[in-house]
Every structure is written in C-alpha cells, then in structure tokens.
C-alpha cells in the first residue's frame, strides 16, 4: 500500500455504520493489468483507472458503491479526468448492475489463456468510448 501511494494512487474508503463500507483504488498515470505486458499499462492524463472495489458484506445491496463511484467521477471530473475505467469479470453480475446504475458500460473485453506456462491475451473494442485505446494500451502494439 505504501508504494502505491508513493507512486500517486489513492485508497478511496467509505466509513460504515461500524467500520469501514467501502474501498476502491484510484490509478492516475498508470493501472494493473496482469494481461499486459509488463503488468502495467500507461493511461492518459484524462483517463483514470478505479480497482479492487469492495463492498463490506454488512454494507452491500445499499447503494454504497454506486454513490462512491459517483461522487468519485465528480471530484475527478474537477481535475479534468473525462473518463473512468474498472475491469469486472464477466460472471460478476452484482458489480456488472452496481456499474450499470453510475452509467459505465462496458467499452472493451479482454481475455487472458493460460496454459503450460505460456499466457495469451485477446483484447477487443466493444462499440465507442475508450474500448479502442484501453485495447490497443493491453496489446502493447500486438494484435488481438
């Protein structure tokens, strides 16, 4: 947690009734992808990446996550950011609806084989948005 702080993200935490509601990481210059090469992907100044979003369980099916997201994009919004990016596994039907209802929709889909030691990455634009950028930042120049 340090170093990504020191590198300029930021814990966004949600206080609970009884502790912490909610927590979510923000990525400014630069966001975790274990498909991509190196791991990492570069982003531009006006697209920031949220992750690791988590809901305390007491805390979920209340909203909590939709009105942090918002109140994110707002305060991002301020600093000239244009765009927010997560990535969600496409089995998780909670935070698919929970994303739904701040207004992300889905702009690119990636998917990562594993085998015998060896990775591969498919990464596709879905209709406009950032899908093409985030696409072509995974591949690294690759196509997919």
Known sequence: ???????????WIVDGRSGV?????VFRTRAPVAAAK???IDLPDSVVCV?????????????IAPGAW???????????VQALVTKVEHW??????????????PTAEMKLDRAWGRSRVAA?????????????LILGGREG
Do not use: I, Y
């Not at 509601?21 to 990481?25: D, S």
């Not at 039907?93 to 209802?101: E, F, I, V």
């Open 1 to 11: 947690m340090r170093r990504l702080r020191s590198e300029g993200h930021q814990l």
């Open 21 to 25: 509601g909610f927590v979510c990481w």
């Open 38 to 40: 190196g791991r990492w």
């Open 51 to 63: 992750e690791d979003s988590l809901t305390a369980p007491a805390m979920r099916g209340r909203g």
């Open 70 to 80: 918002c109140a994110l994009a707002d305060r991002l919004e301020a600093d000239g």
């Open 92 to 105: 998780n039907r909670p935070s698919h609806r929970a994303l739904a209802k701040t207004g992300f929709r």
């Open 124 to 136: 596709t634009p879905l209709g406009g948005g950032t899908g093409a950028l985030l696409a072509g």
